[in-house]
């Protein structure tokens, strides 16, 4: 009897902190000679501050993905203009598959750390 009561409480726990967090979308872009991801979060069904993210792509020499138990992470190593190295890395937990594969294919060519 308590287990079951036991599940109950981690589950309205779970749903307790996903709302608070928000749900956190990214969207892919890399059509064209600039990648664009722009990143924004769902809360109570209101979207957010839109935190757009653009970079020529021969500005950026390395990427990694890192996938966890549970979350998926995209990290872009790029060099500013002034040439200072910078990591930016991103929440990808939501994306298929096959967008993970486009992004292994789209940055082929580059170094994967």
């Not at 079951?4 to 928000?22: H, M, P």
């Not at 653009?54 to 549970?70: A, H, M, N, V």
């Not at 040439?83 to 060519?109: A, P, Q």
Request: proline residues 1%; charged residues 25%.
């Amino acid at each position: 009897m308590w287990q079951s009561k036991l599940i109950l409480v981690i589950i309205a726990i779970s749903l307790f902190l996903l709302l608070i967090r928000g749900t956190n979308v990214v969207e892919y872009d890399s059509s064209g000679e600039v990648l664009i991801i722009k990143s924004f979060t769902f809360f109570y069904n209101i979207k957010s501050k839109v935190d757009c993210f653009e970079i020529p792509k021969d500005l950026i020499y390395s990427y990694k993905l890192e996938k966890g138990f549970l979350r998926k992470f995209l990290m872009i190593y790029f060099v500013t203009s002034s040439g200072k190295k910078i990591m930016k890395y991103f929440d990808i937990t939501h994306f298929s598959s096959e967008e993970i594969n486009k992004i292994e294919k789209d940055y082929s060519f580059l170094e994967q750390k």
